[in-house]
């Protein structure tokens, strides 16, 4: 389950935490200059200048429960994001500092409220995922656990 508790790490302020090592983190490098990285375990450094782009490319990645974006830039799209079908590899589009819901609907041949369809897809999809892994680490209700 995500978290907006703030709280400061040495190189910015965490805006949204997941579990799992995966979180938000805003980093100003000046007062007028903001972005907002994206950090999970051996992950790329990956930053975004609006929040919703980081937030979006966080459900990406729960979606397809993780992937390496290492190399992206010589090896295309991640494999995981392609065989996740197209919602996702449209979310996916949508978070690049070169496009955005019209470009990605352009590319698809349909309508930005088409492109939104498969956002909310995505989003719902890694909100269940979250929500499975957070169950499954916390255990069953009410478990005992001195058994």
Known sequence: ???????????????????????????????????????????????????????????VYFDV??????DTGT?????????????TLAAYLVTMPWADVTWVASFYGTTPTVIERYLSWVRTRAKEVRTAATDEAVGPAGADESA
């Open 75 to 87: 090896r295309g799209v991640p494999p995981e994001i392609v065989q996740a079908g197209t919602d």
């Open 1 to 59: 389950m995500a978290t907006s508790t703030q709280t400061t790490e040495s190189n910015g302020t965490v805006v949204e935490s997941y579990g799992f090592g995966v979180r938000i983190v805003e980093r100003r490098s000046d007062p007028d200059t903001v972005e907002y990285a994206f950090v999970a375990p051996e992950h790329a450094d990956v930053s975004f200048e609006t929040l919703p782009d980081a937030y979006l490319y966080a459900d």
């Open 65 to 70: 429960n993780g992937f390496v974006e290492a």
